[in-house]
């Protein structure tokens, strides 16, 4: 194997740039009103170790260019995963084809050109990591070792990955926009599996950065993954009965996500959102607001423009508890008579800001209650925002852990569940682009025996 190998493409943001600046050339050569155009390379290395043994070696490397043009109102749309000049052409004609046989879409279009970014800050977003794939094994391998080492309970394990990726992007349209910017992140995963004479466990544990010097060690990872999974022996169900509910930083970002895609324009402007027509109101206690912070340096949602090159500001989704914009992009923005608010893509670093206070201290303040640590299913309906997932955790008395549960089942409804949040904690999980601490509910039912 390779002593060194930087996992970094050799095509060039300015190379894109050049390949989007064809497309678009070609585009109104052919006639088109309006174009817009978007090439990536990405390049990434995996490894996964499995009971000592190499599962998987994976070297990966995808590129492609996409291509949208507007006759009046007309789109048509072509991608290709060959860059060269004579498959850009190609692409672009078979777009234009595309445009002359579809119907007028009157919200269809470029943003407008006044919305478009025209300088934006260093983000510090690439880092690639020069690790050769021996170097990989021998970080996965002392991370599944480090977890296999720690309890004698536990006997098998599903393995431990060490992954690194690279990505090029460029963006640009007949409204004069061209951007590109590189990104990485690297990261590190370990589950094992423990034993004992009431049954078997699984658990695991992950580290996620833009700097591979910003992970967590190998030992770290494993440990965390096998003290997770120990932890969970012995589970028992539960009674059915209503308590207060503590989700953790990672499943606390799944109760956000919910609240997003409740307030997106798809749901929107197809009345199919729990939070139709519902800015201004209240969705969260008052002293919590969610905000959008796309440009914090290194931060995983971190991008100097969106998917359709927007300018992106700090901007708040939720105000003092209160809706206060909807997640949109141009064309769901015309289906609702708004404007864009920068989320062609996505949204950017949304952080959930107000009081916040460390795990112990909401324990104390749950008293009795649910700690969820893992979910399972998908049951959320996203017109009613009616909740109901399998879950496991550990029970809690007097602010103290008492015994690990299973085989139940958490409800309720998103609205109150999100209105009715008692306390946040201080322990923001920063591996992610939605930034949340834990979060205590008031109330949910538990369903078990």
């Known amino acids: 194997m390779q002593d060194s190998l930087e996992v970094k493409s050799s095509t060039r943001p300015a190379e894109l740039e050049q390949a989007v600046e064809k497309a678009l050339a070609e585009a109104r050569r052919q006639g088109a009103d309006a174009a817009e155009s978007g090439a990536s390379v990405d390049t990434g290395l995996g490894v996964t170790v499995r009971m000592g043994e190499v599962e998987t070696l994976e070297y990966r490397q995808d590129r492609g260019i996409g291509v949208t043009v507007f006759f009046g109102q007309r789109k048509g749309a072509a991608n290709t995963s060959d860059l060269s000049d004579g498959a850009i052409v190609e692409a672009v004609a078979k777009a ?27 983000l510090d977003l690439c880092h690639p990591w020069a690790i050769s794939p021996d170097a990989a094994i021998d970080m996965a391998r002392r991370c599944e070792d480090a977890a296999r080492g720690f309890d004698a309970r536990i006997d098998n394990s599903d393995g431990a990955s060490v992954d690194t990726h690279h990505g090029v992007r460029a963006y640009g349209n007949s ?19 423990a034993r004992d004479e009431q049954g078997m466990q699984r658990d695991f544990w992950y580290t996620a950065a833009r700097l591979a010097d910003d992970l967590q060690s190998p030992e770290t990872v494993g440990r965390k993954a096998a003290e997770r999974t120990v932890k969970r022996l012995g589970g028992r169900r539960l009674s059915t009965r209503k ?9 606390a970002r799944g109760l956000i996500g919910a609240l997003v895609g409740a307030a997106s324009g798809p749901a929107q402007y197809r009345q199919a ?18 905000v959008e912070r796309p440009h914090l340096p290194r931060a995983m949602g971190s991008s100097p423009f969106d998917g359709e090159g927007v300018a992106l500001s700090d901007n708040p989704l939720v105000e003092n508890g209160r809706l206060s914009r909807y997640v ?38 749950m008293d009795t209650g649910l700690m969820v640590t893992e979910l399972m299913g998908q049951g959320v309906n996203g017109v009613t925002g009616d909740y109901s997932r399998g879950a496991a955790g ?26 009715n949040i008692v306390a946040a904690g201080n322990d923001v999980d920063y591996r992610a682009n939605v930034l949340t601490g834990s979060l205590l509910l008031e109330e949910m039912t538990i369903a078990g025996e």
């Not at 234009?96 to 260093?122: N, S, V």
């Not at 064309?331 to 800001?353: F, K, M």
């Not at 550990?394 to 690990?404: A, K, L, M, S, T």
């Open 96 to 122: 234009c084809d595309i445009a002359r046989f579809t119907e007028d879409d009157e919200h269809g279009g470029l943003p407008p050109a006044d919305r478009q970014a025209r300088d934006w800050p260093d």
């Open 175 to 193: 409204n004069g926009f061209l951007g590109s910017y590189e990104g990485t992140n690297h990261g590190m995963s370990a589950s094992v599996l």
């Open 243 to 251: 308590a207060p509910v503590l989700f953790p930083p990672s499943l």
């Open 273 to 290: 959102s729990w939070l139709l027509d519902a800015v201004g109101e209240s969705v969260l206690p008052e002293w919590l607001s969610l």
């Open 328 to 365: 949109l992009d141009s064309y769901t923005a015309r289906q609702l008579g708004l404007e864009s608010t920068g989320n062609a893509g996505g949204v950017h670093n949304l952080s959930l800001e107000g009081e916040a206070c460390d795990f112990e201290t909401l324990l104390k303040r």
């Open 394 to 419: 550990f029970w809690v008395e007097n602010g103290e852990i008492q015994c690990p549960v299973e085989e139940i089942t958490v409800a309720g409804n998103l609205k109150p569940m999100l209105g």
